[in-house]
């Protein structure tokens, strides 16, 4: 059975809701939480403040690196966050249900 990871990922507002939805249809996540925040940062020089989506994916320790392509080549940032953790602790019965989701379906 894999691992879990929880992957975080911020995204603009505008498509976040879009974005996630293609991680869950393609496998790459089982789950992902979207919660509104603001984000204060620098970028380029400067100090930014901007209203931004904190992706919560939950995903496993196969799909790590197809998420992170995908993330990669479908973000709108030129340098996405991408901040992949280990749980010290997941239900059994949770990590069968990633383990299931996740799965990559076999091409025909």
Not at 27 to 44: D, F, G, P
Not at 61 to 89: G, I, M, N, S, W
Request: charged share 25%; glycine share 4%; net charge positive.
């Amino acid at each position: 059975m894999g691992s879990a990871r929880i992957v975080l990922v911020t995204h603009p507002p505008r498509g976040a809701r879009a974005f996630a939805r293609g991680l869950v249809e393609r496998r790459l996540a089982a789950c992902v939480n979207l919660v509104a925040l603001r984000s204060v940062y620098r970028w380029q020089g400067k100090v930014e403040d901007a209203g931004e989506v904190l992706c919560v994916v939950k995903t496993t320790a196969p799909r790590v690196r197809a998420l992170e392509k995908h993330v990669r080549e479908e973000h709108p940032y030129d340098c996405p966050e991408f901040v992949v953790l280990t749980p010290a602790q997941v239900a059994s019965s949770y990590l069968r249900w990633l383990v299931d989701e996740t799965r990559a379906t076999r091409s025909r």
